[in-house]
């Protein structure tokens, strides 16, 4: 994959959380569920990828 590749992931999950975010009533189970994502494709980007910056990548996610 590429760094792009990475950035789309990234761009995807960080609308669904925002979009989590933005109803009137939060769904707090589905931006946990939309963060366990996160980090659950950053631990396989980096199994693939040694250089896969995880920090960088959850924070495109709006993971901070």
Known sequence: MTKKDYAQFANMVSVFRKLALSEPKSDLGYIVAC????????????SDNPRFNQERFLKACGIE
């Open 35 to 46: 963060n366990d994502f996160a980090f659950s494709m950053a631990d396989i980007f980096k």
